[in-house]
C-alpha cells in the first residue's frame, strides 16, 4: 500500500470552536464569581462601617482656639478637622455597598468639635467631651451622627 505523504488532513474546525467557546464560558463565569465576592465584601466593609445614631449638633462658627489649632485629615473630596481624638477613615459605595460609586466616612473616638469642609462648604458639628461621631460625605454633604462602630480595626 503506498502512502500520499502529500494529503493533508481536513482542520477539526468544530473542536477548536467548541473548545473556544468552553474556554469563553469559563471566563465568563469566573468574572462573575469574582464580581459577587467583590460586591459582597463591599456591602460587608459599609455594614461595618455604618453606625445609626442621633444627629450630631450643630456647630457655632467661632474661630478655632490658636492655642489649640485643629487636627485636619483630607479624605477623598472632604477636610475633617476636629479639637482633638483618633481619627479612622474609609470610602464605602453608595446604598449599603452594593453601588461602585464610593464617598467617605470618618469615626472619631472623641472629636469634641467637627469642621467638615467639602466643595458645597463648610458643616461645623459640636459633640460633648466624650461622645464619639461618625461622618457621612456623601454627594459632598456632611452627615454626623453621634457614635462609632466597634466592628472598624
Given at each position: ?7 493533508r ?51 457655632l ?89 466597634q466592628?472598624?480595626?
Amino acid at each position: 500500500m503506498a502512502l500520499d505523504y502529500g494529503a493533508r488532513r481536513r482542520p477539526r474546525r468544530g473542536a477548536l470552536i467548541i473548545s473556544g467557546a468552553a474556554l469563553g464560558v469559563a471566563a465568563i463565569g469566573a468574572l462573575i464569581l469574582i464580581t459577587l465576592n467583590d460586591r459582597k465584601a463591599r456591602i460587608a466593609e459599609a455594614k461595618a462601617w455604618t453606625v445609626s445614631g442621633a444627629p450630631c449638633a450643630h456647630g457655632l462658627g467661632a474661630a478655632w482656639d490658636a492655642d489649640a489649632p485643629p487636627q485636619i485629615v483630607d479624605f477623598g473630596k472632604a477636610r475633617f478637622a476636629r479639637a482633638h481624638g483618633a481619627t479612622r477613615c474609609a470610602e464605602i459605595g453608595y446604598d449599603g455597598g452594593r453601588s461602585g460609586d464610593i464617598f467617605p466616612i470618618c469615626q472619631f473616638d472623641h472629636p469634641g468639635r467637627l469642621e467638615i469642609t467639602t466643595d458645597h462648604g463648610a458643616t461645623l458639628f459640636q459633640l460633648g467631651p466624650l461622645d464619639p461621631a461618625t461622618v457621612f460625605v456623601e454627594h459632598g454633604v456632611a452627615r454626623c451622627v453621634v457614635g462609632r462602630s466597634q466592628d472598624v480595626d
